[in-house]
T-cell receptor, first 118, second 110 residues
Framework: EAGVVQSPRYKIIEKKQPVAFWCNPI?????LYWYLQNLGQGPELLIR????????DSQLPKDRFSAERLKGVDSTLKIQPAELGDSAVYLC????????????????FGPGTRLTVL | GQSLEQPSEVTAVEGAIVQINCTYQTSGFYGLSWYQQHDGGAPTFLSY??LDGLEETGRFSSFLSRSDSYGYLLLQELQMKDSASYFCAVRDGGNYQLIWGAGTKLIIKP
């Protein structure tokens, strides 16, 4: 079974440029998460999707960050314009939530995209 | 506020046993999870405790005491490949969001 796929793995851009990250979750996983992880810290949730609906985007800096999951499968996260402080690893994770709301606490992570803003 | 506290770094010897503690203060509690992350890698799920007590999975065990807002991860028969960062994370019942600790870097010496 394929895991969570993310691309690109590394991205180097200059400040004020736009950048986009792509994530394909594990097949059948209807919940998708985007996290930001700085060196030496735990992941910080940016946005959580249940199918195509963003159910928690309270931590997403909406002035420059946007995300979409149009068909409830893969997702893109965009930053425009990027700032120096956006340099971090962007992680995508997925998990399964049943129709009755039952869910597992196991989140499966992709390898992440390491963004460097110069 | 919501917070999880865990040591920033722990050092142990190959073949030994090490315990990584985690204390939490969250508005809701629906379980404590542990994840392992190697340098440059993705976090991978290790264990979950929803109820008090010990959960064992091979060389790894995890313990939870909800009355003390405390849990730990126990790693036995340490191997060099266990060198990684270990994160505790609490599921906040309000919105099922995972609240993550800052991670404990485990250094294993031969």
């Amino acid at each position: 079974e394929a895991g969570v796929v993310q691309s690109p793995r590394y991205k180097i851009i200059e400040k004020k440029q736009p950048v986009a990250f792509w994530c394909n979750p594990i097949s059948g996983h209807n919940t998708l998460y985007w996290y930001l992880q700085n060196l030496g810290q735990g992941p910080e949730l940016l946005i959580r999707y249940e199918n195509e609906e963003a159910v928690d985007d309270s931590q997403l800096p909406k002035d420059r960050f946007s995300a979409e999951r149009l068909k409830g499968v893969d997702s893109t996260l965009k930053i425009q314009p990027a700032e120096l402080g956006d340099s971090a690893v962007y992680l995508c994770a997925s998990s399964f939530t049943g129709r009755l709301g039952e869910r597992t606490d196991t989140q499966y992570f992709g390898p992440g995209t390491r963004l460097t803003v110069l | 506020g919501q917070s999880l506290e865990q040591p920033s770094e722990v050092t142990a010897v190959e073949g030994a046993i090490v315990q990584i503690n985690c204390t939490y203060q969250t508005s809701g509690f629906y379980g404590l999870s542990w994840y392992q992350q190697h340098d440059g890698g993705a976090p991978t799920f290790l264990s979950y405790n929803g109820l008090d007590g010990l959960e064992e999975t091979g060389r790894f065990s995890s313990f939870l005491s909800r009355s003390d807002s405390y849990g730990y991860l126990l790693l036995q028969e340490l191997q060099m490949k266990d060198s990684a960062s270990y994160f505790c994370a609490v599921r906040d019942g309000g919105n099922y969001q995972l609240i993550w600790g800052a991670g404990t870097k485990l250094i294993i010496k031969p």
